[in-house]
């Protein structure tokens, strides 16, 4: 099952998001599962899964939130932005569209997701190096602009998979012990805030 | 040669058949007949109607029924089915949505190598672009989860009478088809709503917030089953034998048919540290249609009434979620 029994120092809720068919769903699945396969269908809404990590002496627990990308479901999957602690957002290498989508997506974060949420920027698919579109370097000035790490990853071939979510969870473990309001929430969980940290399934 | 061996082999195997087993073989041989019969026979149409859905819900069709197309065409009451009509909206060619649309084809049932031989993305990118043009790209058809439920169709049917048999659903739940899916969210409420009537225990247990909200539930688990109708639950095959009875007794089935699938792994469920994982789009025990069929249609009865119109009325009309989550006691 995807929770774990050992106790943890700390839960760390993150969120991902992107265009749809970008792999974000392989993505997660390769680093909670370390698989790689076809799916029945797409996501539809929004799914989750958990990994508890040692990050710098720390148990972490790990609840990484999926989410449809699909237009339809923006309303279901916005009103999880808020609580998460961490977000990973994602673009396919191999569709200019969806990296075009990045600003506005980093937009839809201001809107909607906590002030001091942190973020990451990646570039999935980047085994299939002959259908490239986006260049490293542009993947890279985009990160630079808004402040944030970039990694160009392989859900297939499982490359800086790994390294992208214990990135995203340092940063957003370093900040959340100097703010009590975030620790609380990080975790809380399980008694539940705001509509998107909502309880229960996590304990 | 080989076809003599072929055949002696199965004269063999028919006699080594157990009688129970000859029995069943040839019980579904006549309901099969007994389908085709009330498709076409001489009795008055309407009381072969009420006895074909009554037949689907007790029995069901056959996993390779030759007649479901018909049947599931006849049940959401797809009269004439215009080719012209259909190959002129296709000659139009792509809408604003066909770059989604094939995104989104090209992952359909990907895990089910026969569904996939069969349902090609061609055929859902054609079907679904037709649908937009029909609807002047204004109504959105694009709600409920799209491409499964239209490849489901196209696994049993054609494209041209998927095409009408999807306007014929839509027609039958327009709030499942509405761009904020609206239908889709008050149907999960339902599902959470009638579970903690038939069983306070479990929804106790599902529902762990202490305010009694009941939201992650509903987005978790319901929303992703109902938005679909099931597609996202494998196998597809008993996805179409669900069909048949959600066709049968009517769209607003799918809320009894979730609750029965929780209360179905109650057990479980209440065995589980995590019991909502269990119930995650992508963590689903295997679906058994007639099981699920059967526990629903058990389950209805202790839905009090004015629920029950609710869940009646939810695919063709707004129903506000004070009205649903009144029914469910203070925890």
């Not at chain 2, 526990?295 to 009309?317: G, S, W």
Request: include cysteine; hydrophobic fraction near 40%.
């Amino acid at each position: 099952m995807t929770s774990s029994s050992r106790p943890f120092d700390l839960q760390i809720k993150l969120l991902m998001i992107g265009d749809s068919a970008v792999g974000k769903t392989s993505l997660l699945l390769r680093y909670a599962n370390d698989t790689f396969s076809s799916t029945f269908i797409t996501t539809i809404g929004i799914d989750f899964k958990i990994k508890t990590i040692d990050l710098d002496g720390k148990r972490v627990k790990l609840q990484i939130w999926d989410t449809a990308g699909q237009e339809q479901f923006r309303t279901i999957t916005r009103s999880y932005f808020r609580g998460a602690q961490g977000i990973v957002l994602v673009y396919d290498i191999t569709d200019r569209g969806t990296f075009n989508s990045v600003r506005s997506w980093m937009a839809q974060i201001n809107d909607h997701a906590d002030a001091q949420v942190n973020r990451v920027l990646i570039g999935n698919k980047a085994d299939f190096e002959t259908a490239r579109q986006v260049s490293t370097e542009e993947g890279q000035r985009l990160a630079d602009e808004y402040g944030v790490k970039f990694f160009e990853t392989s859900a297939k071939n499982d490359v800086n998979v790994t390294e992208c979510f214990t990135t995203i969870a340092r940063e957003a473990k370093a900040r959340i012990p100097t703010d009590p309001n975030n620790n609380r929430q990080g975790q809380r969980l399980n008694s539940g805030r705001a509509s998107g940290s909502k309880p229960g399934c996590c304990k | 040669m080989a076809t003599v061996c072929e055949t002696t082999r199965q004269v063999v195997l028919v006699r080594l058949e157990s009688p129970k087993r000859r029995r069943r073989r040839r019980r579904k041989k006549r309901d099969e007949w007994e389908i085709r019969s009330l498709l076409s026979g001489a009795s008055p149409a309407a009381w072969r109607l009420s006895r074909l859905r009554k037949t689907i819900c007790e029995k069901g069709l056959k996993p390779e029924s030759k007649q479901r197309h018909l049947v599931w065409k006849l049940m959401l009451g797809v009269g004439r089915v215009d080719a012209a009509h259909y190959a002129g909206l296709v000659s139009r060619g792509a809408t604003s949505a066909d770059a989604a649309i094939r995104n989104d084809a090209r992952r359909t049932f990907r895990s089910d190598g026969r569904a996939r031989r069969r349902v090609r993305d061609e055929q859902i990118a054609r079907v679904l672009n037709a649908l937009r043009h029909h609807s002047d790209e204004t109504t959105e058809i694009s709600g409920a989860n799209r491409c499964p439920v239209c490849a489901t169709f196209l696994f049993v049917m054609s494209e041209l009478e998927t095409f009408y048999s999807l306007l014929a659903l839509r027609r039958r739940c327009p709030t499942y088809f509405a761009t904020d899916l609206h239908g889709v969210c008050a149907g999960a409420q339902l599902v959470a709503s009638c579970l903690a009537v038939v069983d306070k225990q479990l929804f106790d247990r599902l529902i762990i917030n202490p305010n009694g909200d009941s939201k992650l539930f509903e987005d978790l688990c319901a929303f992703p089953l109902l938005a679909s109708f099931f597609s996202c639950a494998p196998p597809l095959k008993e996805v179409l034998a669900l069909w048949d009875v959600l066709f049968a007794v009517g769209p607003h089935f799918a809320v009894f048919a979730c609750l029965a699938l929780c209360v179905s792994q109650r057990d479980r469920l209440l065995a589980a540290r995590n019991p909502l994982t269990l119930l995650q789009q992508r963590n689903l025990p295997p679906l058994d249609a007639r099981a699920l069929a059967h526990k629903a249609l058990d389950l209805v009865p202790a839905i009090p009434d004015p629920l029950y119109a609710l869940v009646l009325q939810h695919p063709t009309t707004r129903v506000h979620r004070r009205e649903i989550t009144h029914w469910r006691a203070p925890p």
